[in-house]
């Protein structure tokens, strides 16, 4: 079995989808600054170009724009980055979409935008570009889930489910990819001060600014652990909170949150 790869800049680009803003933008911005030339997706093509000359003379940022619910334009970009500027050793899968949702009011276009982007969107990056790594024998990729996959939140049942599917499918990848040389790793932040989070009406505990949650991830891709998450204290808070019998996990998140019934269903397998 090959030893799961641990990228070095010397080995290759890294190529960060959502670059564009938020999270992505500061972890191709570190990435650039910790010495890989970074390859950025996201659709608002400007905003990469803004980018990439932000780091000129200090690194390379190369924008490659595309949207990642259109599988084939994605295979297109990670071809042509590939051809220009060498094998993507690093990839950091984290374009997605958070929009709070009713739980009583179901808006199917909602879930199925956020699945489109969050899901699909990662699994057409991982087709473009994890066959190739296991072709190479070499390779590193962080799924952005987050913390709201752990379980259900108010508010959270299109994103929450989403990031759930994500998690599953970062485990159940790295079974084969791993012995193939490439490592999967899952990202789950708590909550980082960015665009998308700039909506929340709620207190929003143990909020991070983009920049040290950027560190954090590239830190992360460093280690070995397969789950990189922050702030700690937050993630083991629900971590630990999803151990409780559902009777239990709901009751609390439900009063903690101001959100749902505060007792859940009658019945619980947990
Ligand atoms: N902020 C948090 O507290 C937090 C916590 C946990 C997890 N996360 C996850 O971190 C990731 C980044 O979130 P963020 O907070 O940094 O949000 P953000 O600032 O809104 O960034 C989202 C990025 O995704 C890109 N994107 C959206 N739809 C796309 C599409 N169809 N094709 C290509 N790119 C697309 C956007 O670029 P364009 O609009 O230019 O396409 C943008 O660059 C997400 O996966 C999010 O779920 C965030």
Avoid at 160 to 172: C, D, V
Wanted: charged fraction near 20%.
């Amino acid at each position: 079995m090959s030893i799961p790869c641990r990228a070095r800049p010397q080995d290759g680009i890294a190529w960060v989808t959502g670059a564009s803003s938020g999270i992505g933008r500061a972890a191709a911005l570190e990435l650039a600054r910790r010495g890989y030339t970074v390859a950025v997706t996201a659709r608002r093509a400007p905003e990469l170009a803004a980018l990439a000359n932000e780091v000129k003379g200090r690194g390379r940022i190369v924008p490659a724009p595309a949207d990642v619910t259109d599988a084939e334009s994605l295979r297109a970009a990670v071809e042509a980055v590939e051809a220009a500027h060498g094998p993507i050793v690093l990839a950091f899968l984290n374009a997605g979409l958070y929009v709070p949702v009713s739980g009583t009011d179901i808006d199917v276009s909602v879930y199925r935008r956020t699945f489109d982007v969050n899901v699909m969107g990662t699994v057409h990056a991982l087709a473009a570009v994890l066959p190739r790594m296991a072709a190479r024998g070499r390779g590193q990729i962080g799924i952005n889930a987050s913390v709201a996959g752990y379980g259900g939140l108010p508010r959270a049942a299109a994103y929450g489910a989403s990031k759930a599917a994500l998690i599953n499918m970062a485990q159940a990848l790295s079974f084969d990819a791993n012995p193939a040389g490439v490592t999967i790793q899952v990202v789950n932040p708590g909550f980082v001060e960015t665009p998308a989070t700039s909506v929340n009406e709620f207190p929003m505990p143990f909020i991070i600014p983009v920049d040290e949650a950027a560190r954090r991830v590239a830190d992360g891709f460093e280690k070995s652990g397969f789950e990189i998450t922050f702030p700690r204290r937050f993630a083991y808070i629900l971590k630990a909170l999803n151990l409780l019998p559902y009777r239990a996990y709901l009751a609390l998140v439900g009063r903690s949150t101001g959100g749902a019934s505060s007792d859940g269903p009658g019945s619980s397998t947990r």
